[in-house]
Structures are given as structure tokens and as C-alpha cells.
Antibody, heavy 121, light 107 residues
Framework: EVQLLESGGGLEQPGGSLRLSCAASGFTFSNYAMTWVRQAPGKGLEWVST????????YYADSVKGRFTISRDNSKDTLYLEMDNLRADDTAIYYC??????????????WGQGSLVTVSS | EIVMTQSPATLSVSPGEGATLSCRAS??????LAWYQQKPGQPPRLLIYGASARAAGFPARFSGTGSGTEFTLTISSLQSEDFALYYCQQYSNWPLTFGGGTKVEIK
């Protein structure tokens, strides 16, 4: 059974930093691109960032480019999102998601339960 | 950026009735479209991919059609477990984008 377990969320002040982790199990992590998607309270889904299987291709939404860094450790089956210079509008549940097809960047077969990030003074 | 527009925002339907949800792309995405179902307090769940292929675990009353810029999700006879939020997502171009969602509620 595929499991994605996010951690690292919490309350942070504007301008601060947080690091999210997503521990994967139940599939060969190194075969799949991985993605972060966020959802502000009561709002829709927003794609944040995607990383390829080896990490050599990375994509960011304009809203986070230059502030967030996605990375992965295939030896630990873990995905990361380093979030710097946080703003109030970064407040959201952050989901990690597994691409449905090995090696491709398309749609998301499995999702974690999410980690809540709140940015407030 | 490809803008995905879903309509209506809310659809009120009686159990047993059918529902038709629309998703429009601001430019052609061929059939690079997915639909997700989301229930309160849960992550989204993949429902349809490739515009019309149904994901595992969803019954045949769910169907997706369309190509280019116009897409439809049809639920033929709504069951209690189908009342939820539905999102479309294009994966034709970066950035990946989602529609704003359609809430299917009990009438």
C-alpha cells in the first residue's frame, strides 16, 4: 500500500522558514517524479513544485519561485520542501503527491494527508 | 499559463439524479486532463485521467469526455458518497494548473 506521510508544518512568522518532509513507502520512490500541491483554507488546489526522479529537472509555480526549494533523497525515500521568506498567503495545507506514471510529469495517483502551514505574526 | 475554468461552482442535485460538471481550458490541452474528487478533511483522490479513463476504485457511473478545450465529468446517478468537491487539472503545459472546483451538494 502506498503511503505518503508529510511532516514539518506548523506556525511560523512572516519572513520565517519551514522545512516540510514527505516520507514515502509502498512503492519504488526513485522511479517516480514527486510534487507538492497546496490548498489554502476553504480554497482550491494550487500546484507548487515538481521534481524529477533524479532531481535534475525541477519546476516551480511563480508564486513560490525563489523562496521555496524542492529536493528529494532517494536513499531515504523522502521528499522535501524548504520554504523561506514565508508570507501570509503561503498559509495552506501542503500535500505531497506521487505522479501516476513512472518518470513522467502528469497527474497524481497518490496523495498524503497533508501538513498545515500557518504563517502569521 | 493555461487557465482552467470549472462550472458551475456549486451543483445541487438530488440522490439518484445525474450531474454534469464542466471544465474549460484557456487553450488546447488535447486530452491531458485529470479529474479529482475531494471530500471534507481528506486529500484529493484521482478520478479520471487522459480526459476519459477512470481510475481504480471508481464505479462506471463516473465518466469523463472531451478534448481540446472543453471537458465534462458526468455522474449518472448520484449516490450519497458522491457528494463532494471535484477539480480538473491540466498536465499539458507548465505550470500545472487546477480549476477552481465544483461542489456537488445534496438538493
Amino acid at each position: 500500500e502506498v503511503q505518503l506521510l508529510e511532516s514539518g508544518g506548523g506556525l511560523e512568522q512572516p519572513g520565517g522558514s519551514l522545512r516540510l518532509s514527505c516520507a514515502a513507502s509502498g512503492f519504488t520512490f526513485s522511479n517516480y517524479a514527486m510534487t507538492w500541491v497546496r490548498q489554502a483554507p476553504g480554497k482550491g488546489l494550487e500546484w507548487v513544485s515538481t521534481i524529477s526522479v533524479t532531481g535534475n529537472r525541477i519546476y516551480y509555480a511563480d508564486s513560490v519561485k525563489g523562496r521555496f526549494t524542492i529536493s528529494r533523497d532517494n536513499s531515504k525515500d523522502t521528499l522535501y520542501l524548504e520554504m523561506d521568506n514565508l508570507r501570509a498567503d503561503d498559509t495552506a495545507i501542503y500535500y505531497c503527491a506521487q505522479e501516476a506514471v513512472p518518470g513522467l510529469f502528469e497527474y497524481f495517483q497518490h496523495w498524503g494527508q497533508g501538513s498545515l502551514v500557518t504563517v502569521s505574526s | 499559463e493555461i487557465v482552467m475554468t470549472q462550472s458551475p461552482a456549486t451543483l445541487s442535485v438530488s440522490p439518484g439524479e445525474g450531474a454534469t460538471l464542466s471544465c474549460r481550458a484557456s487553450q488546447s490541452i488535447t486530452t491531458n486532463l485529470a479529474w479529482y474528487q475531494q471530500k471534507p478533511g481528506q486529500p484529493p483522490r484521482l478520478l479520471i485521467y487522459g480526459a476519459s479513463a477512470r481510475a481504480a476504485g471508481f464505479p462506471a457511473r463516473f465518466s469523463g469526455t472531451g478534448s481540446g478545450t472543453e471537458f465534462t465529468l458526468t455522474i449518472s446517478s448520484l449516490q450519497s458518497e458522491d457528494f463532494a468537491l471535484y477539480y480538473c487539472q491540466q498536465y499539458s503545459n507548465w505550470p500545472l494548473t487546477f480549476g477552481g472546483g465544483t461542489k456537488v451538494e445534496i438538493k
